[in-house]
T-cell receptor, first 114, second 111 residues
Framework: GAVVSQHPSRVICKSGTSVKIECRSL??????MFWYRQFPKQSLMLMAT?????????EQGVEKDKFLINHASLTLSTLTVTSAHPEDSSFYIC??????????FGPGTRLLVL | QKEVEQNSGPLSVPEGAIASLNCTYS??????FFWYRQYSGKSPELIMS????GDKEDGRFTAQLNKASQYVSLLIRDSQPSDSATYLC???????????FGTGTRLQVTL
């Protein structure tokens, strides 16, 4: 199966700072990647669809200026949480479609904003 | 009405029993259905995918799809304590290849 990695796995930052999370497809090319957020005891909520070489598509209610997405290559998408606040603390997970119409998930990044 | 609905549980079954997890979806045009397992603090991992009406078996897992009833289920035979996790039902709706997840059912397999 396809492998998706994320970095960092865990990050703690001060309120008001920005945090960048990387998502890489290690053994396949991904023209489209997805970014999800999951709060404790809740399901995954799609934040945005990251498209290589073009602008990301954000879901309703997700601020594009706060959650900056860059998909500059076929194997890398980044999510930057700008001016993070405690309410942004969550588990951020990326995914990409691999072979056999299967969406593979990265291991996730746990963000804690103090 | 939520797009994908699951009973949140917890569903408790004894070791060795069959666990039955259910999911309903609202978009009649949905074509692709997935079951993911998520351990606490981890990201989801794919268990089964199913696209046609009927049953699909893979080891101890069987997925069942009934498009007329807009219902998809996952059966886990010979349940093991290691099966204890949250099981997420996901559906592709529309043409954008986006997954919509249910809230998940927490399964507890007891000794």
């Amino acid at each position: 199966g396809a492998v998706v990695s994320q970095h960092p796995s865990r990050v703690i930052c001060k309120s008001g700072t920005s945090v960048k999370i990387e998502c890489r497809s290690l053994d396949f090319q991904a023209t489209t990647m997805f970014w999800y957020r999951q709060f404790p005891k809740q399901s995954l909520m799609l934040m945005a669809t990251s498209n290589e070489g073009s602008k990301a598509t954000y879901e309703q209610g997700v601020e594009k200026d706060k959650f900056l997405i860059n998909h500059a290559s076929l194997t890398l998408s980044t999510l930057t949480v700008t001016s993070a606040h405690p309410e942004d603390s969550s588990f951020y997970i990326c995914s990409a479609w691999g072979d056999q119409e299967t969406q593979y998930f990265g291991p996730g990044t746990r963000l804690l904003v103090l | 009405q939520k797009e994908v609905e699951q009973n949140s549980g917890p569903l408790s079954v004894p070791e060795g029993a069959i666990a039955s997890l259910n999911c309903t979806y609202s978009d009649r045009g949905s074509q692709s259905f997935f079951w993911y397992r998520q351990y606490s603090g981890k990201s989801p991992e794919l268990i089964m995918s199913i696209y046609s009406n009927g049953d699909k078996e893979d080891g101890r897992f069987t997925a069942q799809l009934n498009k007329a009833s807009q219902y998809v289920s996952l059966l886990i035979r010979d349940s093991q304590p290691s099966d204890s996790a949250t099981y997420l039902c996901a559906v592709i709706t529309g043409t954008a290849s986006k997954l919509t997840f249910g809230t998940g059912t927490r399964l507890q397999v007891t000794l």
